[in-house]
């Protein structure tokens, strides 16, 4: 079994900054790829950033004022979100393609949310 637990969501003012983390535990082979995805209400799930072998990718309305990272040695995921704007407002989850075993194909998991309000 694989887990991904994300912590770190909050209230927050526009203008302020939040730091999301999630960890990824259980029998984890490998990591393919990890990132964020939010999702607003009314609205479809989004993606925020991935972080992958092949570099970073971020949504347009977050680049250059959020930033993803991993801990490789942890099996960890961080967004740092700076200059929050109400439109921010969302349920962040964390996303991982992860491999349980050397034979076993790339699966998707998801972490359980954590909600982010940007309010003043």
């Known amino acids: 079994q694989v887990q991904l637990v994300e912590s770190g969501g909050g209230l927050v003012q526009p203008g302020g900054s939040l730091r999301l983390s999630c960890a990824a535990s259980?029998?984890?082979?490998?990591?393919?790829?990890m990132g964020w995805y939010r999702q607003a209400p009314g609205k479809q799930r989004e993606l925020v950033a991935a972080?992958?072998?092949?570099?970073?990718m971020y949504a347009d309305s977050v680049e250059g004022r959020f930033t993803a990272s991993r801990d490789f040695a942890k099996n960890t995921v961080t967004l740092q979100m700076n200059s929050l704007e109400p439109t921010d407002t969302a349920v962040y989850y964390c996303?991982?393609?992860?491999?349980?075993?050397?034979?076993?194909?790339?699966?998707?998991?998801w972490g359980q949310g954590t909600q982010v309000t940007v309010s003043s």
């Open positions: 996303n991982a393609g992860i491999r349980m075993s050397k034979w076993d194909q790339v699966k998707n998991y």
């Open positions: 259980g029998s984890i082979f490998s990591i393919n790829n």
């Open positions: 972080l992958s072998s092949g570099g970073e």
